[in-house]
């Protein structure tokens, strides 16, 4: 045999060594399992527990998870349509998903606003119940007035001591019973007189509670010095700027009250009512004195203190004359 057979017979005894050894290792891996199956059990005592011969168990899924999913995959798919149902306008998903987001935030935000305008109500009764020997004069009254707004509150003429228990309570003269009565969020029970009367009341009553012998500028300062409050400018000069507002001409500035003709004299207790920068201002009859025309115009000048220049405020007009109501604006009858 030559010495090149020789070599490819060596060759080719160790390519069949070679596919002998490959078949052994395939049977012997025949024998091993694709993986070792086990589980973890969680004792009582919360210790963890292996066991290597239980086998794996599968976990069946409820079937109504599975509808639960498979619906919830078919709604958002149908977001991805943009061909809408019985009509053949095209709406992208995007567009119908922020139009419902739009309303929804519509919605929130219109009850949002009203929570927190009722919230800051100016001025409230609040069930309010006023009781005199035995007999309510008021009974579980209740309403709002806020800044920049004028109300009027319509009573019988024939009770004059309901009007009085009213227009007591609503200066903080006379307590509820029941109930509480409201200026910006503070409970008017728990506020002392200066306070009430200095800056978040102004009261312009039937009678005016005006000093006769003192001139109209007097007046004003009056008010502002019982206020114990702190003015910007020399109170004098404030006075005389406020009634100059008011209509009242710069020569009857310094005379006295009781030489003052009606109109004017309603002008003076308006001012005074304003004097110290009020919340609110509540009027009783305030054009009980005054002919048609003069009451018209002087009306108009009391709605007007709703908005003034820095602030706003609420006007309440107590009053039995329908027609003085109807010009106010706003209405509560009292039952």
Known sequence: ????????????????????????????????????????????????????????????????????????????????????????????????????????????????????????????????????????????????????????????????????????????????????????????????????RGHRLGLMMQQFMLRMDFDAVQNLVYAMDASSRTFLKPKPVLAADLLKELGLDEDKLHVKVSELDVVEQHRVALGRAIACDPDVIIADEPTATLDDSDAEEFLQLLKAQTKSQNKQRAIIVVTSDANVAAQIGNIIELD
Do not use: W
């Not at 069946?60 to 509808?67: G, L, Q, R, S, T």
């Open 1 to 196: 045999m030559s010495e090149r057979t020789e070599n490819e017979a060596k060759q080719a005894d160790q390519m069949q060594d070679q596919q002998d050894q490959t078949v052994e290792a395939t049977v012997e891996n025949e024998d091993l399992p694709e993986s070792i199956p086990f589980t973890i059990d969680f004792e009582d005592d919360g210790e963890v527990a292996t066991d290597e011969s239980t086998e794996v168990q599968s976990v069946d899924v409820p079937d109504d998870a599975a509808a639960n999913n498979a619906r919830r995959t078919e709604e958002m798919l149908a977001l991805g349509n943009t061909e809408p149902a019985n009509t053949n306008e095209t709406v992208e998903p995007t567009e119908r998903i922020s139009a419902r987001l739009n309303h929804e935030l519509d919605e929130t935000r219109e009850v949002a606003e009203n929570a927190v305008f009722r919230a800051n109500v100016t001025y409230a009764f609040k069930n309010v119940t006023v009781t005199s020997h035995n007999r309510d004069l008021l009974h579980n009254v209740s309403f709002g007035c806020d800044a920049g707004t004028s109300t009027a509150i319509l009573v019988h003429a024939d009770e004059p001591d309901r009007r009085m228990a009213l227009l007591a309570t609503m200066a903080g003269l006379l307590y509820p019973t029941e109930g509480s009565v409201v200026v910006r969020s503070k409970n008017l029970a728990e506020l002392d007189s200066q306070e009430t």
